[in-house]
């Protein structure tokens, strides 16, 4: 017999019997500049040819937290979308995600359960001793070809991110983890639902380590890219363009934007966002310069990478766009 | 941007666009004193940085690059141009027009100028200068000079090297 239950979904659920995407995944791990307090401002940028559902395949050769992906899968109709990163850890995350899912679920279910059954203390032990573990596992990880080991590394990491300081997820030139712990009273490891959404959603995706050329190879017609990279430091002393172990310099950002320039005479539909220079100096024309034949609009962003809680203010970030 | 306040990107940047730019091209970087020793041990697709000439005054004068591509058939002198405050630069523009079509010896000329600090006029004269060939004689007139701003460069090298 068919059991049936009232389902405690949001409003979003009427629209699933048209979309069957609209799911109401969101990211996965907490990401430092993430893009989710930004999506109302970046619907009002996004390409007239998205709204109209004319744009099929969508491109995120950053996708980190993956915020835009998410609300672009779930909101637009797409059909096809390619995810790219350089981080091994976030991009095995993404692939376990999309496969193995069910697998994921069990071994955050258990460190869910052991973790929050400590005291502060032991707690403290228990993360400091796993992060040594994750670091020194990674060795042992052949990040090039999937395997059943992926999954309780993938959980592991989503144990740490979900417990570390801030959800700063960051690794150091060595390609060690190193973020102290948080203080979260309850920290959300395990969050079944939304990755079962996640997963869902991840059908339509094809994702890579990659570099951000990459997409290059694989653009198609009907194609709206939104670049999120590592952003330019705004000072001297914000040195946290590193969350990886690879760098992205001003000569990163130029390589960067010639592709723009290249895909932009494709025809493509593109987006990039960065951080706005004239935070801290009005006078700094970089991305006025380096991006003069395209749109350039600001947003607010409320940023909180700052250990300093004073200096967590308003700022503005830029969107570039060739539309 | 007010005259007398500088802009953070410098002429530096402009080069290293350039480079970065074609070394993403799949051109070789290095410095023409070091390549015109050994030529033979380079290959054909070439950025050669501090390239010689004898200005028209006769003394030594360097560019900035000299583009070689046996590919794409082109030998392309580079010549970068930032003015990141106002000064005496964009009063050298005349005497580098000049130095282009009398003094240097290649046939296709670059110039790539960028910045928010020349004169009102001082860039829109130098195009106007190559476009009408201005000051050029039956000798030198088949100098091809191009002007182009940073965004005009890219999109030069991406629909050249495609």
């Given amino acids: 017999m068919k059991v049936y239950e009232i389902s405690n979904r949001k409003s979003s659920s009427m629209n699933d019997l048209f979309y069957e995407y609209k799911l109401g995944a969101k990211p996965f791990l907490k990401w430092v500049g993430g893009k989710r307090q930004l999506l109302e401002q970046f619907e009002e940028l996004y390409p007239i040819e998205l709204k109209l559902k004319k744009i099929k395949n969508y491109y995120e050769p ?108 960051r690794f150091n030139s060595k390609g060690g983890f190193n973020s102290p712990m948080g203080r979260y009273k309850n920290p959300k490891i395990l969050d079944e639902q939304n990755l079962l959404n996640v997963s869902k959603l991840l059908e339509i995706a094809t994702i890579k380590k990659a570099d951000f050329r990459e997409v290059k190879n694989d653009v198609k017609n009907n194609s709206f890219i939104y670049f999120d990279p590592p952003y330019r430091p705004i000072s001297k002393t914000a040195s946290f363009t590193s969350y990886s172990k690879y760098n992205f310099q001003d000569d990163e950002q130029l390589q960067l934007a010639s592709l723009f320039y290249e895909l932009d005479q494709q025809g493509h539909k593109l987006m990039l966002s960065n951080s706005d220079p004239k935070n801290i100096n009005p006078e700094d024309d970089f991305f006025e310069t380096i991006y003069s034949a395209y749109n350039i609009t600001r947003v607010n962003a409320k940023r909180s990478i700052n250990s300093n809680g004073s200096k967590r203010n308003s700022i503005k970030e830029i969107v570039v766009t060739n539309y | 941007m007010a005259k007398g306040k500088s802009a953070n990107i410098t002429g530096n940047q402009l080069e290293k666009a350039v480079q970065t730019v074609l070394l993403d091209k799949g051109f070789e970087i290095e410095m023409y004193r070091k390549w015109e020793k050994n030529p033979e041990n380079y290959g054909k697709e070439l950025l050669l940085k501090n390239v010689p000439f004898t200005t028209i005054y006769g003394h030594k004068g360097n560019t900035e690059f000299l583009l070689l591509s046996e590919k794409y058939n082109l030998r392309i002198r580079i010549e970068c141009k930032w003015q990141q405050s106002a000064g005496s630069v964009d009063e050298k523009l005349p005497y580098l027009y000049l130095n282009t079509i009398e003094a240097m010896p290649e046939k296709d000329i670059m110039i790539l100028i960028d910045g928010d600090g020349f004169k009102t006029g001082a860039k829109e004269w130098l195009r106007n200068a190559v476009k009408e060939k ?29």
Avoid at chain 1, 92 to 109: A, G, M, P, R, T
Avoid at chain 1, 115 to 140: C, H, I, P, S, V
Avoid at chain 2, 137 to 146: G, I, L, Q, R, Y
Wanted: hydrophobic share 35%.
């Fill in chain 1, 62 to 169: 950053f996708v980190g937290g993956g915020a835009v992906f998410f609300d672009v899968a779930q909101n637009y109709e797409i059909e096809n979308a390619f995810l790219y990163d350089i981080n091994d850890e976030l991009i095995i995350s993404y692939k376990v995600i999309q496969k193995d899912v069910n697998k994921l679920i069990e071994f955050l279910y258990r460190y869910d359960k052991q973790y929050k059954k400590l005291n502060d203390e032991k707690r403290k032990e228990y993360y400091y001793e796993l992060r040594e573990n994750y670091n020194l596992q990674r060795f042992n990880i052949d990040y090039n070809k999937y395997s059943e080991n992926w999954i309780p590394r993938v959980a592991q990491t989503i144990f740490l991110n979900k417990t570390c300081f801030n959800g700063l997820f």
């Fill in chain 2, 134 to 162: 201005l000051y050029t004689t039956a000798e030198n007139n088949d100098t091809n000079v191009m002007v182009f701003s940073l965004a005009e460069f890219f999109t030069w090298a991406n629909n050249t090297f495609n």
